[in-house]
């Protein structure tokens, strides 16, 4: 599930900087530098494809801007696999995986909290929600109505 993102891949001159152009905008027009993962902070594109090239240890420092992603190459490593991260940024299911049983998922939800509701002396059930002061009000006011 998702929506791969298409990228082009291309090396500068020098080898060690490496740019992608996507086809989708990743930090409006802001410019954005991570250098180490603690920078790459929240869940927004830029720092999530620069927290996982960091993750990689083939890259020293990210430069985002829109939607061109310069990644700094670390001494001696190369850019294969990068362009998988950033083509699978919003790739959320991916060929064989296995969904959750609807077992696993009801064993992470929280059983409901019962809550036994008071009784009143007259054996109604008093809603918990309701102050003990306002079901007396109503009670005095019915009985001023009815005259008993």
């Not at 791969?4 to 490496?18: C, F, I, N």
């Not at 991570?34 to 927290?51: K, L, N």
């Not at 020293?60 to 700094?72: G, M, R």
Request: contains cysteine; charged residues 20%.
């Amino acid at each position: 599930m998702g929506q791969p993102v298409a990228v082009e891949e291309k090396t500068s001159a020098l080898g060690r900087m490496v740019r992608f152009e996507t086809n989708r905008s990743l930090t409006g027009q802001g410019h954005e530098n991570f250098v180490s993962v603690e920078s790459c902070q929240g869940t927004r594109p830029s720092a999530v494809i620069s927290r996982r090239f960091l993750e990689s240890g083939q890259v020293i420092s990210v430069h985002v801007f829109s939607n061109i992603v310069t990644a700094q190459l670390a001494p001696g490593a190369t850019q294969a696999g990068l362009t998988d991260i950033v083509r699978d940024l919003y790739q959320y299911w991916k060929p064989g995986m296995e969904p959750p049983s609807i077992e696993s998922l009801m064993a992470q939800v929280e059983a409901p909290v019962v809550d036994t509701a008071p009784v009143a002396a007259g054996g109604e059930i008093l809603d918990p929600r309701v102050p003990a002061h306002l079901f007396q009000r109503s009670k005095d006011a019915r009985a001023r109505l009815t005259g008993s």
